[in-house]
């Protein structure tokens, strides 16, 4: 395969981003040519035979650029290989637990189900209250949500190393034969 791949993402304080520039690096050190780029500043799929996409979490929704990236690009995405990542859940403990059994946003899963990502991951994401405005902030207090940061960067990694993996043994065949 060629080995361009887009990692896309969107944050709303960096977290998110931050995130994506590890995947981005653990790509490049398996050989892998990434591109890491809000969703917003992608305007040709073309040239990627793989695509890693993944946004903050809020309310159970990715961030509204991440979800009219996925709306926007279905046809082509279904196309390509793809991989999912959301961030979020603060405190300790596996994150799909602490969302209650979330796993992806219930309005994008029809999306997520014709475009048959080779898998969907839920990372703990960071909560920096100098960062919140006020209403975030009192949200957060009466939530009593966990402040800090509890990205699992092992977990990360190990997820990007599969990403290199499965994009190194699928060759050029990045179709529908998955």
Do not use: C
Request: aromatic share 8%.
């Amino acid at each position: 395969m060629g080995s361009q791949v887009l990692v896309a993402y969107a944050t709303k304080y960096g977290a998110t981003a931050e995130i994506a520039e590890k995947i981005g690096q653990v790509l490049r050190q398996a050989g892998l040519q990434p591109d890491m780029l809000p969703v917003d500043h992608v305007s040709d799929l073309t040239p990627y035979k793989a695509v890693v996409l993944g946004s903050a979490v809020y309310i159970g929704r990715w961030r509204s650029e991440a979800a009219s990236f996925l709306k926007a690009n279905e046809k082509v995405l279904a196309e390509q290989l793809v991989w999912l990542f959301s961030s979020g859940p603060t405190g300790e403990g596996d994150p799909v637990e602490l969302m209650n059994g979330w796993h992806f946003p219930k309005a994008l899963q029809p999306i997520a189900d014709r475009i048959r990502p080779r898998d969907i991951a839920v990372f703990h994401g960071a909560l920096n209250v100098a960062k919140l405005n006020f209403v975030e902030k009192w949200m957060i207090r009466n939530v009593k949500a966990p402040v800090g940061d509890f990205r699992d960067w092992e977990a990360i990694t190990s997820w990007a190393t599969s990403i290199a993996e499965g994009a190194e043994r699928s060759g050029t065949d990045a179709g529908n034969a998955r």
